[in-house]
């Protein structure tokens, strides 16, 4: 069993390694936090948000295609980290997301069964909108938090120390939603074949067999962080943030309240259940919200500056990933089956 | 327990605020100085000069110690260059302050009676131009939206003090009971240290300025 959610916790390490980056880049870059302090932090509360929020967006996956063998969850996971590793390796935008759907719908393909268009386009759907809603709430936080500076009067430093102190909270929050949105990605197409059964941590709480699952997914994302993360934590945050550490707060701030928006299940049921406008549960690119972020705060100072390349690579991600993943997928499910004579498709 | 971050933060605002009271009460010892010079109180002279002394090392002391705590924490890393330029240069001011009056004892210049209200008259406007750039940067620090206001009021003492500086000079110049060339020369390289103080505190303000407008979000 171990073997054959290796390449889902595979998938966990490589998203917990390049994106803690987006969470705590910056603080970590400029030496406002400590990597000890960002590294616990996040893992603690990746693998709390996997665990306690995890399902909403896996749900979603499993509608769009439900994986019948371990073989096959196997193979598309597999498909999916190569998609991200082969695309990361050639310098091209890439998001775990949508690697994972392309690979799920490359499984679909191979077992000829029908994508369900709809949710296809809820999907899509959602990840158009993760960078505009984003960049709509960057706008909007910017906006409190010039009143709130202004009319205050802070001292520089003490502005500062609440800057480092809302950095560690917005990142604690952001890798929360992170673990909520994206543990579907890790281990979604293994939730249906998941062989723990529910287990009593002595009458304290209960972990069902996907939180279970879920938290294996949270420990490999928190593996990826300790391991590899704070490299790319000293070079892309550095890079990706020339904005100033409170920017840096708001941007990290609005991509979490988006992730966490397309994966809470208590907040849809709330929604749901007052009458108001819901969001779909899905897993979406941290990275994207993050550029949406940033070009929302751009927006809010002005509009000078504004890189629009980034919009246009976003939207290549959209096209290349999926499709690139399906059929790497597609390719090693024929391997998988014909060569190596497992079951793929049940 | 308040956050470490909090307490070392809190530890600078109240040696940066310790910096700036320091450079304030320089200025004023500084005028002080000049004007029991002028009235030819020797013995008040030298205990403000040894005054000025004490404060200005203080000072020295306070600037050396910020700069090692926002380097040794890396607080305010993307102000921090800026903050301890301001610092450095506000240092200087005091500086040359404590050197102008300590030349003010070394040389022993004559300064003839027609000529004192305008040498005090040139320090008032010198010692406002620190005052007003002492202002601005606790504004830097506080409250951003005051830094222009201040910047523009050490532009217009500093405006003050040159036209001073070209009057006096030409005082010196002009003045028939003034005959000797080495006379003249020696008040003329008093007034230009005195205008210097107003021009150093001008240069220090463009650099608030520059400084505060890049502390945007």
């Not at chain 1, 391991?227 to 945050?237: D, E, H, L, R």
């Not at chain 1, 899905?282 to 390349?309: D, E, M, T, W």
């Not at chain 2, 830094?147 to 030409?170: F, S």
Request: net charge neutral.
């Amino acid at each position: 069993m171990l073997f054959y959610i290796s390449s889902g916790l595979f998938l966990g390490w490589s998203l917990g390694a390049n994106d803690a980056a987006n969470l705590f880049g910056t603080a970590v870059g400029a030496r406002m936090v400590k990597f000890s302090t960002a590294a616990i932090v996040a893992s603690l509360f990746v693998i709390i948000g996997a665990v306690v929020s995890g399902s909403g967006a896996s749900e979603t996956l499993n509608e769009l295609g439900e994986i019948t063998t371990m073989a096959g969850a196997f193979i598309v996971a597999l498909a999916a980290a190569f998609t991200v590793f082969w695309m990361t390796k050639l310098g091209l935008p890439v998001s775990t997301s949508q690697a994972i759907v392309g690979g799920i719908i490359g499984w679909n393909i191979f077992a000829g069964l029908q994508t369900n268009p709809q949710v296809v386009t809820k999907i899509v759907g959602t990840w158009v909108l993760c960078p505009l809603l984003s960049a709509f709430f960057s706008i909007i936080y910017y906006m409190v938090v010039i009143r709130i500076i202004g009319n205050s009067k802070i001292h520089l430093l003490k502005l500062d120390s609440y800057t480092r102190f809302g950095l560690i909270i917005a990142g604690a929050f952001g890798a929360y939603s992170l673990g909520a949105n994206n543990i579907a990605n890790v281990m979604g197409v293994f939730t249906q074949l998941s062989p723990f059964q529910m287990f009593n941590a002595g009458g304290l709480f209960t972990l069902n067999s996907t939180q279970q699952l879920f938290l294996w997914g949270g420990i490999a994302i928190a593996a990826g962080i300790f391991t590899y993360s704070k490299k790319v934590m000293m070079t892309v945050g550095k890079s990706i943030f020339k904005i100033s550490p409170v920017g840096a707060l708001i941007a990290i701030l609005s991509s979490s309240t988006v992730l966490f928006l397309f994966a809470s299940v208590s907040l849809k049921t709330w929604l749901v259940a007052h009458n108001l406008p819901s969001f779909p549960l899905v897993p979406v690119s941290s990275s994207q919200a993050l550029v949406g972020a940033v070009l929302g705060l751009g927006l809010a100072k002005g509009g000078r500056n504004i890189n629009f390349k980034n919009v246009g690579n976003i939207a290549l991600g959209w096209v290349i990933t999926p499709v690139t993943a399906a059929l790497f997928s597609y390719i090693a499910l024929f391997f998988m089956q014909n060569v190596f004579l497992q079951t793929v498709v049940g | 327990m308040k956050a470490p971050f909090f307490n070392k933060a809190g530890e600078l605002i109240t040696e940066i605020d310790a910096f700036l009271d320091l450079v304030d009460e320089t200025s004023l010892i500084f005028q002080k100085g000049v004007r029991l010079f002028l009235n030819g109180e020797e013995e008040k002279f030298d205990s403000n000069l040894k005054r000025i002394s004490v404060v200005e090392n203080k000072a020295d002391d306070y600037q050396k110690s910020i700069k090692y705590k926002l380097v040794k924490y890396m607080l305010i890393p993307d102000s921090r260059g800026d903050v301890l330029d301001l610092l450095e240069s506000t240092d200087n001011v005091v500086d040359n302050c404590k050197k102008v009056l300590v030349h003010f004892s070394i040389e022993q210049p004559y300064i003839p009676d027609f000529l004192k209200n305008d040498f005090l008259e040139l320090t008032t406007q010198s010692v406002q131009s620190v005052d007003c750039l002492v202002k601005g940067i606790r504004s830097y620090f506080n409250n951003l939206a005051l830094v222009n206001d201040y910047i523009h009021k050490v532009h217009y003492y500093e405006h003050e003090a040159d036209e001073l500086e070209e009057l006096l000079a030409r005082k010196v110049f002009t003045a028939g009971s003034i005959k000797d060339l080495c006379l003249k020369t020696h008040l003329r390289y008093f007034i230009s240290r005195i205008a210097l103080i107003s021009d150093l505190a001008e240069s220090v303000s463009e650099k608030m300025a520059v400084a505060a407008i890049k502390r945007s979000i």
